[in-house]
């Protein structure tokens, strides 16, 4: 087999570790499912799924992916548990299915950056989303997202994927920051920041089985766990690193950025609508195509140049994103076959194009792909993942956290028995309500 790529410098796994993180789930799905489910009490729900469940998780992954220095799949063969190498198989059939719809809003992304530059949706932001967003308009830019996402994914690790997130946070928590003063200075943002930032008890009580579901499964979707992604990134790194500090940074930036992007998105809706609309295009996924362009639209030429700068920069955090999703069979099957990387990368970008023609033709086909992946596919297969890590690798996860890891590792143990009970209760109980809020 010929000699592995690593990443360049640690630096380069954390870029890409958090370049992966860092998309669209942060910008564009947290404002808007925080916004479906309550506000605050969501917001409180998710900071304590991202840190006590999400940061335990994502170490489980990176422990496995270095350890192994395999992809997602074979992993666990290398690791002397072949039997658990379905845990890869769904994560990778996760992963994929996600990339089939995140594609898609990408694709909306990619117009929206050439809208700003056209003044196209100056007009009137909503009727503007509705005609792209769905129909053939959106076929074809779901196709050109796709196609930018294999040609980067084909070049491999050091030329396309580290190369492609390193300027990327940055700008994004610059654009997020001017966004969200900017929204600030508005006429009817007030209301926005206790309804954002001052958690409703009441409503959290009576709300528990769908906020708690929601929220997790937006953290392990946000931090791109259980679909691979980490494995596969983690597989690429070298022994002196130190998966600790590693986790930290990453569920810490990511964490930061939806936040930051909730700053903006949640005033503009009640600058916009003066409450949450409870209409799907100006509350859900249109959120952020109709309230913050609206503030593009609103500025003239200076708007022209700052919604295409913005968008753009959202552009590279979702495409940082897929390429780590095609890169989890990208690498299983160069791995594994020996097929040739760009043929895999642009074979498996087809068929994902094709399966997410249903999510472009009609936005109810995303929303239900959507759902399936929340409410089943991602806690079913973190579970897995979870129960693997603590009992079937147990001791050795433990000796590979504590490797490179200086000070932190000490915590090893604290962190494996963690995993075993907080960790996999709280998936657990996401799950159980997840599957039954599908048959409500
Ligand atoms: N974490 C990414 C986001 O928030 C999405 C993603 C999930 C990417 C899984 C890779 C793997 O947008
Ligand atoms: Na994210």
């Not at 308009?137 to 994914?153: D, N, S």
């Not at 300027?167 to 966004?179: A, Q």
């Not at 009609?362 to 603590?390: C, M």
Request: hydrophobic share 55%; proline share 3%; charged share 10%.
């Amino acid at each position: 087999m010929a000699q592995r790529e690593t990443w360049t410098t640690r630096a380069g796994f954390v870029l890409a570790a958090v370049g992966s993180a860092v998309g669209l789930g942060n910008i564009w799905q947290f404002p808007f499912k925080t916004a479906e489910n309550g506000g605050a009490a969501f917001v409180l729900v998710y900071l304590l799924a991202a840190v006590l469940i999400g940061l335990p998780t994502i170490l489980g992954e990176f422990a496995i992916g270095r350890r192994a220095k395999l992809n997602a799949v074979e992993a666990f063969d290398r690791l002397d548990h072949p039997a658990w190498t379905v845990v890869g198989g769904l994560g990778l059939f996760t992963g994929l299915w996600i990339l089939s719809y995140y594609s898609v809003v990408g694709g909306w992304v990619i117009r929206y950056t050439i809208g700003s530059l056209t003044g196209g949706y100056f007009g009137g932001t909503a009727a503007y989303f509705g005609a792209v967003s769905a129909g053939w308009e959106a076929i074809a830019f779901h196709a050109l997202f796709m196609a930018l996402t294999a040609g980067i994914v084909a070049f491999g690790i050091e030329d396309g994927i580290e190369k492609a997130t390193k300027l990327m946070v940055p700008s994004v928590v610059l654009m997020l920051v001017g966004l969200a003063v900017y929204a600030f200075t508005l006429d009817g943002s007030g209301p926005a920041y206790s309804y954002y930032l001052s958690p409703d008890m009441d409503y959290l009580a009576n709300n528990l089985g769908s906020v708690i579901p929601f929220a997790v499964s937006q953290a392990f979707f946000s931090l791109s766990l259980g679909m691979g992604a980490m494995i596969t990134y983690a597989s690429y790194l070298s022994d002196d690193d130190s998966l600790p500090a590693d986790g930290g940074l990453v569920v810490g930036l990511n964490t930061l950025i939806g936040v930051l992007a909730g700053l903006v998105v949640i005033p503009l809706l009640f600058v916009q609508f003066s409450q949450i609309p409870e209409t799907a295009a100006g509350g859900g996924p249109g959120a952020l195509f109709v309230s913050v362009a609206q503030v593009f639209g609103g500025l003239g030429i200076t708007g022209r140049i700052l919604g295409a700068l913005f968008f753009f920069v959202v552009l590279i955090a979702a495409l940082s994103s897929a390429i780590s999703l095609l890169e989890v069979v990208t690498a299983y099957c160069v791995d594994r076959y020996e097929w040739n990387r760009m043929a895999t990368a642009f074979g498996f970008g087809g068929v994902l194009f094709l399966l997410g023609t249903l999510s472009a033709w009609d936005t109810a086909w995303l929303g239900w792909f959507d759902t399936l992946a929340y409410s089943v596919l991602l806690p079913a297969s973190v579970l897995l993942g979870v129960i693997f890590v603590g009992w079937v690798y147990g001791p050795e996860a433990v000796e590979e956290m504590e490797k490179g890891a200086d000070g932190a590792g000490q915590y090893a143990t604290l962190w494996i028995w963690w995993l075993r009970t907080v960790v996999f209760v709280g998936v657990l109980v996401t799950l159980y309500l997840g599957v039954t809020s599908i048959y409500a």
